[in-house]
């Protein structure tokens, strides 16, 4: 699995500063095409060597994430961007409901359904229908995208108009520079790489933790965990998906428009203290009660409550990113480079606070709590950076 984010952290740059010269929709095609086909790849896997090659196309190929946030900054203005960046949360919120139900309940098909799947080939490709099914959706968004998604790169953009509407939407001098300014100055400019860190770090200790709990919820309680069945903890991650999408929905844009970028990053930073504190908890909480009770259900509740809450802070370093690229043509490169910095985070934070959680538990390490120590640590440097952000001036509309 961490395969995927090592190989999209080593290609994520390259995909979106192309993307500054050739247009974002080329490379958006290419990546969705990538997807869907790493996924019947996938399916079709029979040996570990050909699903680690699966897993290497779709990350390698996986271009478009960050070519999907330059177009939304370059079809949006001051006065909309946070709203559209919002949006983003609430996809994957969706996807990440939907996607576990089919996921699971296509599996062996033969199994569950053996006059449709009686063949020999469900037989020896059990996982092939949830992967096809994936592959599709992917497919789907291909042609999608190739019929009717306009090209947004100015530079690629037909008319003199539109070329005069993005110079005028802005007005900097950099914005008249109709070239992608070069990594190594983008690198060596504060205010280009203070939110790309932030956003590395958000994505660090938001990948630890998402690593952590279902860990934390299987563990036995003997040994610090609440001991919970795998449908139970699937009912929870289920319950979350839907959950923030709905939070998302009603909460995340009419927050920037009331408090603005800067106040509610910083706050749902914050939430992500009792996320890491209700761990420790719930483990003293549940070895003096030897039974998963009412308490723990009410401290589960909280702490995927705050998780919500930081989701916020996605839409709006987003939003941070885009307004610190130093002209629109420069937008993909921008993107590339934070889509780089967390994929890097998402493929280090899984083994690593497992490992650590496991030796911490092994060892009794600070009371078996040594990871959180850890994941703490980070957050005080996330809360710090965060307050370094600059407050965001926005357009009459």
């Known amino acids: 699995e961490s395969l995927f984010f090592v190989t999209q952290a080593l290609t994520a740059l390259y995909w979106s500063r192309l993307s500054d010269y050739v247009g974002r929709k080329p490379v958006l095609l290419v990546g969705l095409a990538g997807l869907s086909i790493s996924n019947l790849c996938f399916g079709l896997s029979t040996t570990f060597w050909t699903l680690v090659a699966s897993r290497c196309i779709a990350g390698a190929l996986n271009g478009n994430v960050g070519v999907m946030k330059s177009i939304i900054g370059e079809i949006t203005d001051n006065t909309n961007m946070a709203r559209a960046f919002a949006l983003i949360p609430i996809i994957f919120s969706v996807g990440a409901s939907i996607a576990p139900l089919y996921g699971g309940g296509l599996v062996k098909p033969h199994d569950h359904w053996p006059k449709l799947f009686s063949g020999s080939f469900w037989v020896q490709y059990p996982y092939f229908l949830p992967c096809v099914v994936s592959a599709s959706f992917a497919a789907f968004s291909f042609f999608i995208t190739a019929l009717l998604l306009e090209e947004s790169l100015p530079s690629k953009r037909r008319g003199k108009e539109l070329q005069l509407e993005i110079g005028a939407q802005d007005g900097t001098p950099s914005d008249k520079a109709a070239s992608p300014v070069p990594i ?29 709990v279902p860990l934390f919820y299987a563990t036995p309680i003997e040994i610090g965990g609440l001991g919970l069945s795998p449908f139970a903890i699937g009912v929870c991650m289920t319950s979350f998906g839907i959950g923030n999408g709905l939070f998302q929905t009603l909460f995340t844009a009419r927050a920037i428009e009331r408090f603005g970028e800067r106040r509610v990053f910083c706050s749902a930073v914050l939430a992500f203290f009792p996320i890491i504190a209700t761990l420790p908890i719930m483990s003293w909480v549940i070895s003096v009660q030897k039974e998963v009770g009412v308490t723990i259900w009410v401290l589960i509740f909280a702490q995927l409550l705050s998780w919500a809450v930081v989701d916020m802070a996605y839409a709006v370093i987003f939003v941070f990113v885009t307004r610190a690229a130093p002209n629109k043509y420069s937008l993909g490169t921008m993107n590339g480079l934070s889509q780089t910095t967390t994929s890097i985070a998402r493929a280090m934070g899984p083994a690593t606070f497992t490992s650590l959680f496991a030796f911490s538990k092994e060892y009794n390490l600070l009371g078996g709590n040594l990871v959180y120590v850890l994941l703490l640590v980070l957050l005080c440097l996330l809360v710090f950076l965060s307050r370094r952000l600059p407050e965001l001036k926005k357009d009459k509309e």
């Open 184 to 212: 190594r100055t983008l690198l060596k400019t504060y205010s280009v790489m203070l939110p790309i860190a932030n956003y590395g770090i958000l994505g660090l200790v938001d990948i630890g933790f998402f690593a952590l």
